[in-house]
């Protein structure tokens, strides 16, 4: 009989960016970043994930230290990720708080997300000699990346671990299955070819309960999925009813 050696699950990092956003509304300390991520952390998830953007409007400079401490002190198997446009100030920052891993991320300043993956054919002279510098440093290095095929040997050759691919299309047809199939069977695709060449795979932005387990099913060996947006609105939505009861009672009910 062949025993076939059971699979390992993606790994979730939990995005604190959302987090960072609602508490960045009020000159007040909560929700707490750091907070929050010890709970996502205790709950279970395997690591945490920021995309630090230069004008912190979602997580702070500040918040790094408190976040590398968390996981040093409290949780050392889990793993930190940071997000960004490798800048020299993001590299430095990234230096400094010694995440396990850096996706590196194609967004300017003025966008209100990340929309898109790298452009290998243009930028990968680029991102070589960033990548081979974070790999000095002991860093695992991830791309953010389209779903297409034909990026795969251009990522590899840059020197990179890994690719997160963009799920962001995937997760904005969630009333359109059939747009949905056809973008997660490119996602599928793209991963195929990245783990044939030996990169491993990553995947992140917009998912959501609903559309994991398919994205799963397609890329058995998906490595991790970073989650942010998604996670914190069901937070808010399981969670409503047990605060609206602790606020009453406050009230006296
Ligand atoms: C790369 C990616 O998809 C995430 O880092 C995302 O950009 C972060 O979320 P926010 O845009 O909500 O900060
Ligand atoms: N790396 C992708 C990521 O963190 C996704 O964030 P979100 O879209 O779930 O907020």
């Known amino acids: ?3 076939e050696a059971a699979r390992m699950p993606a790994k979730l990092s939990v995005n604190l960016n959302a987090i960072a ?3 960045n509304r009020r000159d007040l300390p909560w929700p707490s970043v750091t907070g929050l991520g010890r709970i996502a952390l205790a709950a279970g998830a395997h690591g945490l994930t920021v995309h630090p953007r230069p004008d912190e409007r979602h997580t702070r400079h500040s918040d790094l230290p408190e976040i590398r401490s968390l996981i040093d ?4 198997r889990a793993e930190f990720n940071i ?4 800048t020299e100030d993001f590299l430095l920052l990234v230096e400094k708080h010694q ?3 850096v996706t590196l991320v194609p967004d300017d300043p003025t966008q209100a997300t990340s929309d898109h993956g790298w452009n290998f054919a243009t ?3 680029f991102l070589t000699p960033i ?3 974070l790999k000095k440093g002991g860093f695992r290095v991830s791309l953010f990346s389209d ?5 795969v040997a251009a990522a590899r050759d840059t020197g990179a671990d890994r690719i997160e691919l963009y799920t962001g299309p995937y997760g904005s047809y969630h009333s359109d299955s059939a747009k949905a199939a056809k973008e997660l069977e490119r996602l599928g695709k793209t991963a195929d070819a990245a783990l044939a060449a030996g990169l491993q795979v990553n995947a992140g932005h917009d998912l959501v309960v609903s559309n994991l387990p398919a994205l799963a099913k397609r890329i058995p060996a998906l490595a991790e999925v970073s989650i942010g947006h998604g996670l914190t609105a069901d937070a808010l939505e399981y969670g409503m009813a047990r605060t609206v009861g602790r606020f009453l009672k406050a009230c006296g009910w």
């Open 147 to 151: 779903p297409d095929p034909d990026c």
């Open 123 to 125: 930028q990968a002279a």
């Open 21 to 23: 956003m609602l508490r």
């Open 73 to 76: 002190d409290e949780f050392p």
């Open 83 to 86: 997000e960004g446009y490798p």
């Open 1 to 3: 009989m062949i025993f």
């Open 131 to 133: 990548v081979k510098r």
């Open 99 to 101: 995440p396990e891993q």
